[in-house]
């Protein structure tokens, strides 16, 4: 077998399959998971990629490459301190996790806008919990107990945020940097994208959410 970055890959994923094997005391199935592996293994003449835009980490699409050198970076941070946190008095649990939240560039406006998650607890020992039979741990429904809403904030650099009222939803007087919420239905895991084909400038934005 010629050495090539793909053989390497399949290697790599034989080796591991036969320890996760042997690890559990399966190791007359490590011939057939193996089998299996160099059947299924696609490299990038298998890819439809059409029109769309790839990312080069790597060279699986790439069939030489010559005089080029890839540098990574790694992000620094600016400030200890959080960006965006519970600072209005309407926020409870600012749930900056998974996909709860989406920050984009608007070449438009020309400013970072961020779409976050607020978690409306207010009394976790309230919250539904039962003891899991499978392995004996303690379990809390926070999001069957509380639901979840949409807010909104903007930043010209990335790093100093403002939450504007924007009309949507007023609580408690205040007018709020909600988005989605209240009336409107509880909004969470939401998804935000820039629409760059529509013409409409009011929907350029849309979302998607559980």
């Known amino acids: 077998m010629n050495l090539t970055p793909n053989n390497v890959k399949i290697a790599v994923r034989i080796i591991l399959v036969a320890v996760i094997c042997l690890s559990f005391g399966l190791a007359e199935r490590t011939s057939a998971a193996v089998e299996a592996i160099e059947a ?3 490299d990038s003449t298998w890819l439809q990629i059409g029109d769309r835009r790839q990312f080069f980490f790597d060279d699986l699409m790439l069939e030489q490459v010559q005089d080029v050198t890839r540098r990574f970076y790694s992000p620094e941070k600016v400030s200890d301190k959080p960006m965006i946190k519970s600072d209005q008095p309407w926020e409870h649990v600012t749930y900056f996790t998974c996909n709860a939240w989406n920050v984009i560039y608007d070449p438009k406006d020309k400013i970072f806008k961020c779409w ?17 039979e499978t ?18 904030a903007e930043s010209k650099d990335g790093i100093n945020w403002k939450k504007p009222a ?3 939803i007023k609580e408690n007087g205040h007018d709020t940097n909600i988005v989605i919420g209240g009336k409107l239905g509880a909004a969470h895991c939401t998804y935000v994208m820039l629409d ?6 009011k929907k350029r934005f849309k979302s998607l959410f559980e």
Do not use: M
């Open 40 to 42: 299924t293994y696609l």
């Open 116 to 132: 976050y998650e607020d978690w409306t607890v207010d009394q976790p020992k309230n919250a539904h919990s039962w003891i899991r």
């Open 135 to 152: 392995d004996g741990k303690f379990c809390v429904d926070f999001h069957g107990t509380w639901t979840s809403r949409l807010c909104y």
């Open 166 to 168: 924007l009309g949507i």
């Open 196 to 201: 760059k084909a529509e013409k409409d400038p």
